[in-house]
């Protein structure tokens, strides 16, 4: 069994202490932070072999989520008709129990570019190299623009968004360390909602329950973050195919672009009833 948070004793010293030794031992939980490896498992002419694509620190739970989401922003895979199996593999880690390799089987007619992926995972890993390469590793998988006709979300709706995130961050009441991301429809309704040390993976694991839920792409769908709005975010918003990303803090400048040249609306600063509109504000009504 996964939790998110772990217990443990702090020293808790105020300003009203008279001297710095005046310390109350008090119970505080942390957010719980192990990494996990994504194994993918694919045929070959001798039969079936798996290889390590990526390592990343994750809150435990919902790894096959995360896995899938992964798996899908990375353009690995295209539905949920290209995954046979995903299972945790190998032993428990005997400090905390938790299962930190998890494999997804491909279906045979799956073709994995491990050249491509090596090159994307390098772009990326060192915050673009230039924003140029970051977006033509996009235009090499094929990423296109978001329609523009479709979606509308009323400021109202988004307003309240922050809010209703808000009150569904279980673990982040417990700890103050989890970032959370969630899927939304246009009449405000949270549909997903996950939570992880990294915006990344909780992006991930909402990519990924909407996968496995038949629901990407989602054309009809916003994304809200609770941190910034990073170019990684991005891409992953793009090739789900969702017309709306909103953060309660700031964009950064490669997210901007990005946005702008694939037609995603990108909404930053959404707090105290105010937002800022950096791309496609015709969705905004």
Not at 17 to 33: F, H, N
Request: net charge negative.
């Amino acid at each position: 069994m996964t939790t998110s948070s772990l217990a443990i004793t702090v020293s808790k010293v105020s300003a009203d202490s008279a001297k710095l030794l005046d310390r109350d031992l008090v119970e505080d939980r942390v957010a719980v932070e192990e990494p996990l490896e994504i194994r993918v498992g694919y045929a070959t002419p001798e039969g079936r072999t798996a290889t390590s694509i990526s390592v990343t620190m994750r809150t435990p739970g919902d790894d096959a989520e995360l896995a899938l989401g992964f798996l899908f922003s990375e353009s690995i895979i295209q539905g949920a008709g290209d995954v046979l199996n995903v299972e945790h593999s190998g032993p428990a880690a005997p400090d905390t129990g938790s299962h930190n390799i998890i494999r997804v089987d491909l279906a045979t007619h799956v073709e994995v570019d491990f050249d491509r992926l090596h090159r994307n995972f390098y772009t990326t890993s060192s915050c673009g190299v230039c924003g140029k390469s970051s977006l033509d590793a996009l235009r090499v998988i094929g990423a296109e623009p978001i329609e523009g006709d479709k979606a509308r979300f009323a400021k109202d709706v988004l307003i309240v968004m922050p809010g209703a995130l808000r009150d569904r961050q279980r673990a982040f009441e417990q700890t103050g360390g989890l970032h959370a991301a969630a899927a939304f429809n246009s009449q405000g309704e949270i549909l997903v909602v996950h939570e992880d040390v990294g915006r990344h993976n909780a992006l991930d694991k909402v990519i990924g329950s909407l996968l496995t839920q038949g629901l990407l792409p989602a054309s009809n769908l916003g994304l809200l973050v609770s941190g910034r709005a990073s170019f990684e975010l991005m891409q992953k918003t793009l090739i789900a195919g969702i017309p709306l990303l909103a953060a309660v803090s700031a964009p950064s400048s490669l997210a901007v672009q990005l946005a702008n040249e694939f037609n995603v609306s990108l909404v930053g600063f959404l707090r105290d009833d105010t937002f800022n509109i950096y791309s496609a504000g015709e969705r905004i009504t």
